[in-house]
Every structure is written in C-alpha cells, then in structure tokens.
C-alpha cells in the first residue's frame, strides 16, 4: 500500500515568526495576566508535591530524556525500589481523578491543533481550586502519563505483542526505525520539558520559603509571587505544546517525518520558559539572601550542641552573646523579622536591639577584630582580656575541648592530631567512628555529578563482593551548596546509592571544618611543604573544586589511599591488576601504590579558600604536584 507521505515544512515562514514573536511579547503578558488571575479560586487545601515531582522526573529526565540521549536508563531492580517507596505516598489516590482529567483534556484538545491558550485557560479553571505551584506539579504529572504511556508502547512494540497491536491501532512511528528523523523533535521536547520542571522547581520553593522570616508584602518575595502566576500559565502552555507534539504522531507509522517546524517551536517556547526561570531563580536567591543575614541556621545549630554540652558536663565554663552588627540604611519590618527568628534560635546571651550598639562599638568590632561579613568568636577570659580573636576555627575542629580557646591551646591539641579519618568526621557522624573502630573498610565520596556517583557507587560494591571484604560508603557532598545538597539528600534516600548523612547541616559542617583546619594552620604559619594535614586538607578541598566526583578509602587510623573521581573509579575497575597485593600488603595501601602508578602528569586543581576569614597566603602550592599555583581573584554571590 503506498505511503501517503506529510512532508513538513523545513523551517519557519516570516508569518509564523510574526506570530511567535507577538506571543512572546510583554503586553500580551501583561494582558493574558487578568484572565489568568481570574481562573484562581484557592479553596486552601495543602498538597505534598515533592513526591509527585519525584516520579514526573523518573518518567520523564530519569527514563525518557536519558533514552533519547543515548544514556542509560536506571536498572529495572533500581526503578522497582523508587517505586514502592513512592507507593506508599498516599495523597496520589485522591489526586488520581484531577490526574486523569488533565490528562485526557491534553489528548483530546491536543489531537487536532486547537488553540493552545483556549487550551491552557480550560486547564487553569479545572484546577482553579489549586494553589499556583500545585496547579503546575498536577499537570505535569498528566502530561508524564501521557508521555510515559506513549514511550512505553513505542519502546516495547517490537518484542511485546499487546503493545505491537496497540501501537498499529494508533498508527504510531516505529521510535528506531525513525530515531534520526524524530531525534531534533524529541530533543526540543525534552528542553521544553526540563525548561517547564526548572521553573515548576522555583514555583515550589517559593511555596516552601519560611514565612515566619521573609515576608510576601514586600520585595523580593512580592515581586516574585507577582511573576508567579503568568509563570504558571507559560509552563502549563508548554506541556499543552508537548501534549500536541506527542498527539502529532498518532497516524504517523506509513508517513515520511521531518520535524524541522515542531521543533523550532518547541525550542522557542523553551527559550521564553527558560528566561521566565533565570527571572524567578535571581528572584528565589534574593529571597535566601534575606533569610541568612549574614549568620546560618547551620551555625547556630551546631554552636547550640556545643553550648548545651558544655552547660550539662559542668567543668567547661563560658558564656555567649551575640553581638548583630546590621546594616541600618537597609533596616526594615523584614530584617526585624529574620533578627526575631535568629535571636529565637538562640540559647544563649544576645543583644536585644542592634541599635543600642554604639558606633564606635561597631567600628572597634571592624577594625581591631578584623569582622567584615563572616560571624566570628571572640573570646575573653575572664578578666576581659582577648585569649582568640577569632575562635571559631577552633571550635569547629574540636568543640568543647578547645576551652579555653587560645592560642596554646590550640597549639597544643594540633600536637595530637595525625590526618585520619577520625579527624575528617569526629564530631559528625558516630557511625562513622564505629566503623572505624571495627575495622572497616570505609569510603569517603562527595560531588554532585549523579551519574558518576551512581557508577562509581555500584562500581565499588562490586569490588567489594568480588574482594569479599566489608565496605561502607559515605556521601559527604558539596560546599556551599545548600539547596542543591538538599535536593541530593532527598536523590539518596529513593535511590540509596550509599550511606548519607540525612541533613545538610551535617554536610555544611563537615566542609566548614576543613576549611577551619587550613584557616588554623595558615595562623600557625604552616606550609603544605611542613605539615600532612595541611596538606591534605587542602587536596580535599581542591577536589570539592572540581567537576566530577573524589573518593578516600581508609581503614584504622591511618590507612588512607584518595583520588579525583575518574581515576578513583579507573583504580575500582582495574581491581583484577592489583588484588594481588592485597594479602601482602592491605587492601589500603595497595590501592594507593595503584592510584600513584596510573596517576597521570596532566591535572588541573582549583582551590576556592573563603577570602572574608584573612590569613590567605601569598603562595599555594599544588598538593598534587608541589609546584605554586596561579592566584586568580574571583568574586562570588552564592546565595542557595
């Protein structure tokens, strides 16, 4: 039978460029906003939207995108375990029926071309009853079953008869006999996609921005909810737009497909999607800046374990105050709000109202005790005399046992330190002094690429069956990256890479002491080229500047073997070329001799050390190599 083919169009005409441009314009935002506002009817019902979000990213980056880009998918087994953990999410069954309704509104109003905006505000009105960042999480979720439907029966078609016969019925495209033609139109649909859950992200943490301390009346937060609601329609208008592309194909199985139009559509829906999420991420960052002035809830949650253990053991006696040294040009009912909410936090001694501190305090506390933005410790004995001018480090690395937090003191407990992991983690995690104590086995692992993680993770388990020997694994993170440590934390507890910590603050603290290590030791006059510790600490955190991800095994005391990440996973994956040392020598140290052998002379390390503490050197050398590195000024607003 001849193919009747419907050959598309290779690009854009002039006229279809007007339109778009006209779609894209500000005014007709502006316009559109009433007619959007006027769909929103919230009746208050509060809905738990992060796990939902979870399975909209397995079935539509984790399973689809990755197929399209030629990656693999997560094991059968891996998606198995996600799933019955979100199985037990009860609020998906009283949501499944407005499920369902969106989704058969998308297929039926998307089959035939339609009117994407008519489409959208029918959208808006059934879900009227919806706050704004539900409204866009729910019709995500629709538009993933439709999709995950269509991929399932495309993908099983050749080798699954029901499928096959429902894919005939549909007329759908054979996916890889047509995998170069469809490649452009999936790869705009997946940007679109992503473009539309990165701007369904911002919608929800604006949601969840504490409303105790950041207010909704005034900037940056009432500019953001202002920009919320026109962000919701442009990301439900773009699921509609992927809707249609996916009701495009049905009939498509005997026709010739070139996707040049669908995808120049796509890309510029993502391009005006992805502007609105640049827009609401600068706003989203404004509104943490707000919130930490200047002194974390990390902070103040590790000092508060230190100052109640010293107050329960009864021989440690100190007290605190804290001193809040404000900007008063910038002084409103938001900052009175966030200097309420810290000072509630606090145990200890505190100063009522920053402007009672008088000028010339504050100028002393600037000039003579080096304070610019970073919180300090300073520390008085009792007789008002200065014993640290800035204790913090000190405290950080050995706590309570610090006191009376001077300089010998100091001193004097760096005399007992070697590097070891029990100096990496004391103070942090227990377990992980157990395991020590047993004699374990133990990997230490950070960064954020999720695919080398999940390699090197599986990669090193294997090995340790194959060795039969006990290993444990312990994801320690990132530095200064809150949100995104907050997002792996919940990525680790569905897909159970390894052991994690289960908080951020215990993430931030383990970084915020090794940055405290090389502060105390650039006080002390330390080198890398004098002292171990100092020079491993400071190859620690140069691997926290690179891209990918780094490992240390250790076991007891003193057996340490570390590397960058791929050349820690090479090492795994060549086990067979040095477990012969391994009875001879331990399983440690012949790994390290390894990662020595196949350590190449090519390297590139960045060490990002926080210029607000003072101290910085005027000479770093590489702890790869030896030789001195370049010094680069950078200046950084990370707010998370």
């Excluded at 029901?162 to 469809?182: E, T």
């Excluded at 990390?298 to 329960?312: H, Q, T």
């Excluded at 395991?435 to 993770?457: Q, R, S, V």
Aim: glycine fraction near 4%; hydrophobic fraction near 45%; aromatic fraction near 10%.
């Amino acid at each position: 039978m001849a193919s009747n083919p419907r050959q598309l169009v290779a690009a854009p005409s002039k006229m279809q460029q007007r339109k778009e441009r006209r779609l894209f314009s500000t005014s007709d935002d502006s316009a559109m906003m009433k007619q959007v506002q006027a769909t929103h009817a919230p009746d208050g019902r509060e809905i738990e939207v992060k796990p939902i979000i979870q399975i909209i990213d397995e079935i539509l980056i984790q399973v689809i995108a990755r197929s399209v880009e030629g990656h693999d998918v997560k094991q059968e087994q891996e998606t198995l375990e996600t799933a019955a953990a979100l199985a037990e999410f009860d609020m998906l069954e009283s949501l499944a029926f407005i499920i369902n309704k969106i989704s058969c509104e998308l297929s039926c109003k998307c089959s035939g071309g339609g009117d994407a905006h008519a489409s959208t505000m029918v959208l808006l009105n059934y879900l009227s009853s919806y706050a704004w960042h539900a409204k866009v999480v729910l019709t995500l979720a629709a538009f993933a079953v439709i999709f995950g439907e269509f991929w399932l029966v495309s993908q099983l078609s050749a080798a699954n008869i029901l499928a096959k016969s429902v894919a005939l019925l549909k007329q759908l495209p054979d996916i890889v006999d047509n995998s170069v033609s469809l490649r452009p139109q999936f790869d705009a649909l997946n940007k679109l996609v992503r473009a539309a859950l990165d701007v369904t992200m911002c919608i929800v943490e604006f949601k969840e921005l504490p409303s105790e301390y950041i207010s909704e009346d005034v900037p940056p937060m009432s500019v953001a909810s202002a920009h919320i609601p026109i962000a919701a329609y442009w990301v439900i208008r773009s699921i509609v737009a992927c809707a249609s592309q996916i009701a495009s194909l049905i009939g498509m199985r005997n026709e010739s497909i070139s996707s040049a139009t669908e995808a120049w559509e796509l890309s510029s829906l993502a391009h005006k999607v992805s502007s609105i999420y640049e827009h609401l991420k600068n706003q989203l960052a404004l509104c943490y800046q707000y919130i930490d002035l200047d002194l974390s809830q990390e902070e103040i949650m590790v000092l508060d374990n230190l100052y109640k253990d010293a107050r329960s053991r009864g021989d440690v006696h100190y007290e605190m105050v804290w001193i809040p040294i404000v900007d008063k040009a910038a002084w409103n009912d938001v900052n009175r709000q966030k200097f309420e909410y810290l000072q509630s936090l606090m145990v200890w001694y505190s100063v009522y109202d920053p402007f009672i501190i008088e000028p010339s305090v504050i100028k002393y506390i600037k000039e003579v005790w080096n304070f610019t933005k970073r919180p300090i410790i300073v520390a008085l004995d009792p007789q008002g005399r200065l014993s640290s001018q800035n204790a913090l480090h000190m405290i950080w690395i050995w706590g309570n046992l610090a006191f009376p937090f001077t300089r010998e003191k100091e001193e004097s407990l760096w005399k007992q330190e070697i590097w070891s992991l029990e100096l990496l983690v004391d103070g942090i995690d227990p377990t992980v002094l157990d395991w020590i104590t047993e004699g374990k086995i133990i990997c230490l692992y950070g960064g954020e690429d999720l695919e080398w993680i999940e390699t090197f993770t599986a990669t090193a388990m294997n090995v340790a069956r194959i060795g039969k020997f006990d290993l444990e694994m312990v994801y320690v993170g990132k530095s200064n990256a809150k949100e995104r440590m907050q997002k792996m934390i919940s990525t680790f507890s569905t897909r159970k890479f390894s052991y994690f910590w289960p908080n951020v603050t215990s993430i931030w603290f383990f970084w915020a002491r090794l940055e405290s290590m090389l502060y105390s030791k650039l006080q002390h006059g330390r080198t890398v080229e004098n002292d171990q510790i100092m020079s491993e600490v400071m190859t620690v955190l140069s691997f926290d500047g690179s891209d990918r991800g780094w490992a240390i095994f250790c076991r007891g005391q003193s057996e340490m073997a570390r590397a960058k990440g791929d050349t820690a996973l090479t090492s795994l994956r060549d086990f067979d070329k040095w477990k012969h040392k391994i009875e001879q020598d331990g399983l440690v140290p012949a790994l390290g001799d390894y990662l020595k052998e196949i350590q190449t002379p090519h390297h590139c390390n960045r060490l990002i050390l926080p210029g607000s503490t003072g101290g910085i050197p005027q000479k770093v050398v590489c702890a790869e190599c030896g030789r001195q590195m370049e010094k680069y000024f950078m200046y950084r607003c990370c707010v998370e």
